[in-house]
């Protein structure tokens, strides 16, 4: 199996192997070493990797100490907990996430991220499943259907993988794939708002996603890990569409939404009423897996994620998420006054900024050697993605300011 998917993985370009086969944050990584070494007196600004960067509020961080204190008396010790969590969170979940959507607490699974869960996600459905994904997308989707043995061989002319169905999402369908050329597949990634482009789905695009999964017999794993940096209308989960429960699995976390990203805690929603074509129910499937591969997540982080979701906690998250947002402000401002196309940014932590008839692992590259920015070259996230940088608005203030400085700097005409 190693070997093959070392074969899949293969392109023919350094860059193709290094993201195929390490992965697109072992890249950048990568570049960054090599950066530092070359220059290590400079002040690299880190806008690549979408890792948070400001304190978890003090309410949040209480509970989470006041629950790893108790595990020292003879009350609060606990061993194991629960595989799917602690019903008292999946209840939180499911009340204060999914408000007037009638989700149940045991239709929720806490885990310990949305990536892992995908790759549990992935085991569930088997190597036989045929995917498909929106180009551009988050890598993971694609690198788990490598390692399970969905894709096909990797076609260096193309880019893609030859057994995964691309759904183009672009600004000339609005980000948004053209179903009356899709595919029937199995299953559906879809990302909103989306990473890279930070498109939030309109209602009406997912009604339309809903019903082609309904008229194909298609499972949309549907990622909301960004939904609590929407600003307008759009919905903040499937859900919120009739009939998605038939049809839907959503998967979310906290690492984004309350920079968790090292306390690593995240849920999937499974529907009672998603079944296969037989019949059977899928929670069931979903939950051996599971109780097969996982120990449930840290109670500490458990601890952590019921402060989250207290009046007082959530409100705290709210002025974090804001201090987020007012950066990508920031760095909109400063790519619109050199008169670039900006897109993303609105409802959610990322800009997607167009660079027209360029290979953005070379304006990735420029960008690094002469401004000292990590960013992430658009290619990175599918062929769909080439001509285009994916900017983190996650920073602190003032190396998001001194980050435009030079940017303006750079490209000033």
Same mark, same amino acid.
């Given at each position: 199996?190693? =070997?093959?998917?070392?074969?899949?993985?293969?392109?023919?370009?350094?860059?193709?192997?290094?993201?195929?086969?390490?992965?697109?944050?072992?890249?950048?990584?990568?570049?960054?070493?090599?950066?530092?070494?070359?220059?290590?007196?400079?002040?690299?600004?880190?806008?690549?990797?979408?890792?948070?960067?400001?304190?978890?509020?003090?309410?949040?961080? +209480?509970?989470?100490?006041?629950?790893?204190?108790?595990?020292?008396?003879?009350?609060?010790?606990?061993?194991?907990?629960?595989?799917?969590?602690?019903?008292?969170?999946?209840?939180?979940?499911?009340?204060?996430? $999914?408000?007037?959507?009638?989700?149940?607490?045991?239709?929720?699974?806490?885990?310990?991220?949305?990536?892992?869960?995908?790759?549990?996600?992935?085991?569930?459905?088997?190597?036989?499943?045929?995917?498909?994904?929106?180009?551009?997308?988050?890598?993971?989707?694609?690198?788990?259907?490598?390692?399970?043995?969905?894709?096909?061989?990797?076609?260096?002319?193309?880019?893609? $993988?030859?057994?995964?169905?691309?759904?183009?999402?672009?600004?000339?369908?609005?980000?948004?794939?053209?179903?009356?050329?899709?595919?029937?597949?199995?299953?559906?990634?879809?990302?909103?708002?989306?990473?890279?482009?930070?498109?939030?789905? +309109?209602?009406?695009?997912?009604?339309? @996603?809903? =019903? !082609?999964?309904?008229?194909?017999?298609?499972?949309?794993? #549907?990622?909301?890990?960004?939904?609590?940096?929407?600003?307008?209308?759009?919905?903040?989960?499937?859900?919120?569409?009739?009939?998605?429960?038939?049809?839907?699995?959503?998967?979310?976390?906290?690492?984004?939404?309350?920079?968790?990203?090292?306390?690593?805690?995240?849920? +999937?929603?499974?529907? =009672?009423? @998603?079944?296969?074509?037989?019949?059977?129910?899928?929670?069931?499937? !979903?939950?051996?897996?599971?109780?097969?591969?996982?120990?449930?997540?840290?109670?500490?982080?458990?601890?952590?994620?019921?402060?989250? @979701?207290?009046?007082?906690?959530?409100?705290?998250?709210?002025?974090?998420?804001?201090?987020?947002?007012?950066?990508?402000?920031?760095?909109?401002?400063?790519?619109?006054?050199?008169?670039?196309?900006?897109?993303?940014?609105?409802?959610?932590? #990322?800009?997607?900024?167009?660079?027209?008839?360029?290979?953005?692992?070379?304006?990735?590259?420029?960008? @690094?050697?002469?401004?000292?920015?990590?960013?992430?070259?658009?290619?990175?996230?599918?062929?769909?993605?080439?001509? $285009?940088?994916?900017?983190?608005?996650?920073?602190?203030?003032?190396?998001?300011?001194?980050?435009?400085?030079?940017?303006?700097?750079?490209?000033?005409?």
């Amino acid at each position: 199996m190693a =070997e093959k998917i070392l074969k899949w993985s293969l392109g023919g370009k350094k860059e193709n192997k290094w993201r195929e086969i390490n992965g697109l944050d072992l890249f950048i990584s990568e570049h960054e070493v090599e950066h530092i070494k070359k220059h290590p007196r400079a002040k690299l600004i880190r806008l690549g990797i979408g890792d948070t960067t400001e304190p978890i509020p003090d309410i949040i961080t +209480t509970a989470m100490v006041g629950r790893a204190r108790a595990l020292s008396t003879i009350r609060g010790y606990k061993g194991y907990g629960a595989e799917q969590g602690s019903m008292e969170l999946r209840m939180a979940i499911a009340e204060t996430i $999914y408000r007037d959507m009638d989700i149940k607490g045991y239709e929720v699974f806490v885990s310990d991220g949305a990536q892992c869960d995908i790759s549990r996600l992935q085991m569930l459905f088997g190597s036989n499943a045929t995917i498909a994904v929106q180009d551009p997308s988050f890598p993971a989707y694609i690198d788990t259907g490598v390692i399970i043995g969905q894709a096909g061989r990797f076609k260096e002319e193309t880019g893609k $993988y030859s057994q995964i169905a691309y759904m183009a999402c672009q600004p000339e369908n609005n980000f948004f794939p053209d179903l009356s050329i899709t595919g029937k597949t199995d299953i559906i990634f879809f990302c909103s708002p989306n990473n890279p482009t930070g498109h939030a789905a +309109t209602r009406q695009q997912l009604e339309k @996603l809903v =019903e !082609f999964a309904k008229e194909n017999g298609s499972i949309i794993v #549907y990622d909301s890990a960004y939904a609590a940096y929407i600003t307008d209308a759009s919905p903040r989960s499937i859900y919120e569409i009739p009939g998605s429960k038939e049809v839907a699995i959503e998967i979310s976390s906290f690492s984004k939404f309350a920079g968790f990203t090292g306390v690593r805690l995240g849920w +999937t929603v499974v529907p =009672e009423e @998603l079944r296969y074509s037989n019949g059977f129910p899928v929670i069931k499937d !979903f939950n051996r897996v599971v109780c097969t591969c996982f120990n449930g997540a840290s109670i500490i982080a458990q601890a952590g994620g019921l402060a989250c @979701l207290s009046v007082d906690g959530y409100q705290a998250l709210r002025n974090v998420i804001k201090y987020y947002m007012d950066n990508a402000g920031i760095l909109i401002e400063a790519f619109e006054s050199l008169g670039m196309k900006v897109y993303g940014g609105k409802n959610a932590p #990322y800009i997607w900024v167009h660079f027209p008839g360029s290979n953005s692992w070379n304006v990735f590259a420029e960008i @690094l050697e002469k401004t000292h920015i990590l960013t992430v070259p658009g290619k990175g996230f599918g062929p769909g993605g080439e001509e $285009y940088i994916r900017v983190s608005a996650f920073g602190k203030r003032e190396s998001i300011v001194e980050a435009s400085r030079r940017l303006k700097k750079l490209y000033k005409r």
